[in-house]
């Protein structure tokens, strides 16, 4: 079920990206709802225009069942990841209405299983490294499996919980803001 695309770097998209992984890489982040509407310094840093929050407001704009739920900073960064070197500049996580709340009782606010995360990275290869990463996760523990998109420099991740053909709306709406 994992599926990992990639644009080549030049084409790298000024806004695209979002979802999670569950614990694999850490447990997700509890998130306020102030943070859902102000993302903080941390989460904001571009690349080239781009911004996690701004890819997720391009892509929610198309995929209507998703509704941001936290912007990920170094102080709530479950995974400790936030602006290391060759890992991500820019996070948000995000719910989806498709997924049910019967599926992830018990999870995080934060958590990708809820819908997904948007991870921006300094670079394309940063950004396919990350996907290989936690596709190698997934092979090992089916239960973290998800879906993840690689535009350019943005990860697109996406609930396992979402059929193959709700999961491809959020393929087509990353693939289309290059």
Not at 17 to 42: I, W
Request: glycine share 8%.
């Amino acid at each position: 079920m994992h599926r990992t695309t990639s644009a080549a770097a030049s084409a790298v998209a000024p806004v695209v990206a979002l979802l999670t992984l569950l614990t694999a890489c850490g447990n997700a982040p509890s998130h306020s709802p102030a943070d859902a509407r102000e993302p903080d310094r941390a989460s904001t840093r571009t690349v080239g225009r781009a911004t996690a929050h701004g890819v997720f407001q391009a892509l929610s704009a198309k995929v209507r069942t998703a509704a941001l739920t936290g912007t990920v900073t170094a102080e709530n960064d479950p995974n400790h990841l936030l602006g290391r070197p060759g890992e991500y500049t820019s996070k948000v996580t995000f719910s989806d209405s498709w997924v049910q709340a019967s599926q992830v009782t018990g999870a995080d606010p934060g958590a990708v299983e809820r819908g997904g995360a948007v991870e921006l990275f300094a670079d394309a290869s940063d950004a396919r490294a990350r996907a290989e990463y936690l596709r190698g996760i997934a092979k090992s523990s089916p239960a973290l499996d998800e879906y993840d998109y690689v535009h350019g420099s943005v990860l697109v991740r996406v609930s396992r919980y979402l059929t193959p053909k709700q999961a491809a709306q959020y393929e087509a709406a990353a693939a289309g803001l290059g």
